[in-house]
């Protein structure tokens, strides 16, 4: 098992491509035929039963308060960058000293290894300790629902039985399918229809699609649960449009959609409201020295939500601008490249865009 992470911070699944996941799972030798053998080939430091009390968006970047001082790169991605808290209440505990409420990490998905936890249901758990102690599992390491494991239980009674691969997703799928309204909605540089299933607490979608000229869309390989349908428009790696499922910007006002097995709805319509956008600019500042180091960029992550976010190259001189901004409140960090020698701070600072803001003043620290 591998998590290769080359990039150093998540700014939008749908903006700039600068964190990249490659996950290859090892497959058990023939040699593993037992719960123990089992165990100790994937190094499970846990095994137990339990079942999903909530699941959250961790990350240290978005999680820390106005003004706070933070790194401007996460030094070690494994520890510091976005992933998911799961809390379950165990339910029977094969190995390992479990407390009755568990909280275990686990990555996004879409790549990272990261296994998708849903509150209610109940899961038999594989999970491993770093050296703080604290549990994470991820899709290589057997995890899965209950009642998709039972011949696991075979392992865990000492049973000889052929090992079976680890794939805890139905295999019964559906397609959503649908129009945009109105249809030139769609007719800038790059615009997508995601569907993101509700609570799974990642901003990696389950699933998207590119709607045709005509405005059509269609999203195949849908797992039965409950989503939210996003449509996405961007220009210039900015984004300009930002709309759920059937056109709104709250996702509170959003309508889920349910897909049962067998059943494929295809008459969707997803009507766009025009959105307008905003410029923010401003300097980068250094105390200590005026001209910064080199690789410096500015993040605006939206408060409330994963999506929207936003990132600028500084200049030299410390400048920057965004150009089209939707509107909404932000935060605003500066991050450094991490090839840079030394080692900075910055100061995390809070944007209301309800309007052209032309003198955003944030703070680069050398540590």
């Known amino acids: 098992m591998r998590v290769q992470f080359v990039a150093a911070v998540i700014v939008g699944l749908t903006l700039i491509p600068v964190l990249v996941f490659s996950c290859t799972c090892a497959a058990p030798t023939a040699l593993v035929k037992t719960a123990s053998e089992l165990a100790a080939w994937n190094r499970a430091d846990a095994i137990f039963e339990g079942k999903v009390e909530s699941v959250e968006l961790g990350w240290k970047l978005k999680e820390a308060q106005i003004g706070d001082v933070i790194p401007t790169i996460a030094t070690d991605l494994d520890k510091d960058g976005p992933g998911r808290m799961v809390s379950l209440e165990v339910l029977h505990s094969y190995r390992g000293d479990q407390r009755k409420l568990t909280r275990l990490s686990t990555g996004l998905g879409g790549g990272d290894c990261g296994f998708d936890f849903e509150v209610g249901k109940r899961y038999r758990v594989y999970a ?60 800038s540089v790059d615009s997508q229809i995601l569907l993101v299933r509700i609570g799974r607490k990642s901003p990696v979608p389950d699933s998207e699609a590119e709607p045709g000229s005509d405005g059509s869309f269609c999203v195949t390989d849908v797992n039965p649960g409950k989503y939210h349908l996003l449509f996405v428009n961007r220009d210039e790696q900015s984004l300009t449009s930002f709309v759920y499922f059937p056109g709104v910007r709250n996702p509170s006002e959003a309508t889920a959609i349910e897909i049962i097995p067998g059943h494929n709805p295809s008459d969707l319509v997803f009507n766009i409201p025009a959105q307008a956008t905003f410029s923010v600019s401003g300097t980068v500042s250094n105390s200590d020295n005026p001209q910064l180091p080199a690789a410096v960029r500015v993040m605006l992550m939206s408060a409330s939500q994963p999506l929207p976010a936003y990132t600028a190259n500084a200049a030299t001189s410390g400048s920057f601008v965004f150009n089209q901004v939707l509107p909404g409140e932000y935060r605003a960090i500066v991050t450094v490249d991490p090839s840079v020698e030394s080692k900075w701070s910055t100061r995390k600072a809070r944007v209301e865009v309800v309007g052209d803001i032309t003198h955003l003043s944030l703070e680069l620290i050398e540590n």
């Open 128 to 187: 491993f300790k770093d050296e703080a102690g604290e549990l994470s599992t991820n899709i290589c390491s057997r995890t899965a629902l209950l009642e998709k494991s039972r011949r696991n239980s075979a392992y865990l009674h000492g049973k000889r039985v052929a090992p079976i691969a680890n794939n805890g997703v139905s295999t019964t799928t559906s397609k959503l399918c649908g129009r945009v309204f109105p249809t030139d909605a769609t007719g």
